[in-house]
């Protein structure tokens, strides 16, 4: 789940980002719970809007963070660049020289950092 101040703008960026369209919206009193998804799998994200807030939400100091796989990493980081997205660089994390994983982070509309991180090795 993902705290989000403005519905529509969060909703475009994981449309374009991640292919995720809305696959179900509970309307509530005081809030507005709403779940994206794709066919590519059973994968959802939640986003919450409280209803009346304005105030960025404080994301604290913590690394938690969502991570999203994909096929092919330089394709995907090319594609966020071509769409306005600002991708971060690219990162290939290799301690001892084994390449363990591929990677970039993308910021949402919120600041959530978002991993998105190449299929091979261990992260299918």
Not at 55 to 81: K, Q
Not at 101 to 122: C, H, K, M, N, T
């Amino acid at each position: 789940m993902i705290r989000v101040i403005d519905e529509e703008r969060s909703v475009a960026f994981y449309k374009k980002a991640f292919r995720l369209e809305i696959a179900d919206r509970l309307d509530f009193s005081d809030f507005t719970l709403v779940y994206l998804s794709n066919p590519e799998t059973e994968f959802e994200v939640e986003l919450t809007v409280n209803k009346g807030r304005s105030e960025p939400y404080d994301l604290g100091d913590g690394y938690g963070h969502l991570a999203v796989s994909v096929d092919n990493l330089d394709a995907e980081h090319a594609r966020f660049e071509a769409e306005g997205l600002n991708p971060r660089k690219l990162v290939e994390f290799a301690p001892d020289g084994k390449l363990v994983g591929r990677f970039f982070f993308v910021a949402d509309p919120d600041g959530y950092q978002i991993e998105v991180l190449e299929r091979s090795g261990r992260f299918k």
